[in-house]
Each structure stands twice: as structure tokens, then as C-alpha cells.
């Protein structure tokens, strides 16, 4: 499970390629987490193909193959070289215990970060071509299998939007319209997916709760229970800014009682575990 302080953005992606390509649900069948051994080996999303004659059309499926391996790296990751080697055994794993012809495999590394280091390392290690094929998304060509490197920010948000916004930099504007879009008479779950946008996004949930300005985000977050988390959050952290602020006093009126008594700057300051510059300033303002 990939976390950025506790958000499961796992989960939240597998809705993203659920939304972007929903219009193909009767033909792609959609696995979270595809348990490779009885050892903790998993996939983080397989997509299969039902009709192998069906064209999805999408920028992110034109190296589809029957079967498709997602793997997928959070906002504050990056796909290393060690992360697309695991990728490259995921798929000669799932091969081999699946009995499959490898051509019928596909790879795909999604991540919000450039992945400078294994396109580096794939053209000087093995002289694999790496191609932008289009925004944001790149093709490995001379390899047994297709493999495709994804740049969420990169991709275009008219024809990407749900993975494109995979991100913690939304702005309001942009939360509104995909939720205005995510919503609206989905065949696919999107719990997830919107919970993630918005504690990803904490900031400009907040903005957008102090201007009121988008409805529709207004009625997700009272729905979702997130005007109440964030009204209970800025109160625990104005309840925290006190205390320390309580704290810095107390730390100071001892620092003045300590150099009232003739105590050396810097044993105050271990003592009191102010910074040394701030006792210096206490000590120049008695001895005034």
C-alpha cells in the first residue's frame, strides 16, 4: 500500500482507471492488489481484457495487451530503478504461473514524478528507447513486452482527468471540476477516490470553505463529513499553537530568572532548550 501520511492512495487510483475508462467496464475486468504467491507479492491493479478484439481507446491503454499491469507510485514517490526491475519480475511472475504468452502481457508504471532515473537507466543498461509517445506518456520500445511509463501531472486533463488529479496540488478550481465530473451517474465507486482528493488537498479545501465559493464541492465535503473534520483539525492545531506559545513564555521567564542569577548564555540554553540566539537577546535586553 502506497500512504502519504495515512492517505491510501492505492485504492484512489484503482477508482481512477475505473473512471477513466468506464465506458469499457463490460469488456476490461479490474483486480486491486492481484495476489501473485501466497507470499505478500501483489499486483497493485490488473486489468484483463474479456474480447481481445476490443479496442479501448484512451491515451493511457495503446500499448493494451490482454492482460495489463498497473503499478502505481503516490505524489511524494517516484518510480526508481529498483521499483521497474519488481515491475519486469511482476509480469515474468504473473507469466509463468498463468501460463501466458508474454506478448499478451503489458506493463505500466504510473507515477505523479518524472521518471528521469530509469529512462536514463534503461537506455544506457539495455539500450531500450524511451519515447514520449504522447503528454506525459512515455513507450519503452526493444523490450519482450509493451511497457509504458505514465507522468500523471503531464497527461492531459481533458482526456485524463480522473489520473491527472491524482495529486496534492489541486487547485479549488480544478477539485470542483472533478468532482463535478467524478460524480454524476457513475457505474464505478468513487468513495475512495474523492476521499483522497480532499485529505490530499487539505489546504484548498479549506480555501474553498472559506470563500464558499464552489457548490458543489461544498455538498461533498458536508456530505463526506470533511466540513466538520477540518473545523476539528483547525481547532486542534490553534489548541496546539497555544501551547506551544504557553510553553515559549514559560521557557522565557525561566531564562530571565536563570541570567537574574548569573548563569552563562549557553547553559541556559540547555537548560531552558531555547535557541542560543534567543537567550543571547534576553541577555543583552537585562544587561541594558
Known sequence: MDKD??????PAFFQALQLELEAYLEVLHFESEHQLTTEPLKIDVLIIKKLTETV??????????????FEFKSPADYVSVDDFYKGLVYVLLYKVLNKLDIK????????MKHPQSVIAH?????GWKVTEQR?????????????QLIETKRLSAENNLFLYSLRNDLSAETLEQVVNAALPGRRVAVSAYIDVLLRANKQKVREALQIMKYPTLMEVFEEAGVIARVEAELRKQIEADIEKQVKQ???????QKLINKGWDPAEIAEMTELDF????SLYETAQA
Open 5 to 10: 501520511n495515512d492517505i491510501a492512495w492505492d
Open 56 to 69: 479501448i481507446d484512451n491515451p493511457i491503454t495503446q500499448e493494451f495487451r490482454r492482460y495489463n499491469v
Open 104 to 111: 499478451d502481457i503489458s506493463l505500466s508504471f504510473v507515477a
Open 122 to 126: 534503461v537506455q544506457k543498461a539495455w
Open 135 to 147: 503528454c506525459g506518456i512515455y513507450g519503452v520500445t526493444g523490450t519482450p513486452f509493451p511497457i
Open 249 to 255: 513564555a514559560e521557557k522565557i521567564r525561566l531564562a
Open 277 to 280: 540566539s534567543t537567550v543571547e
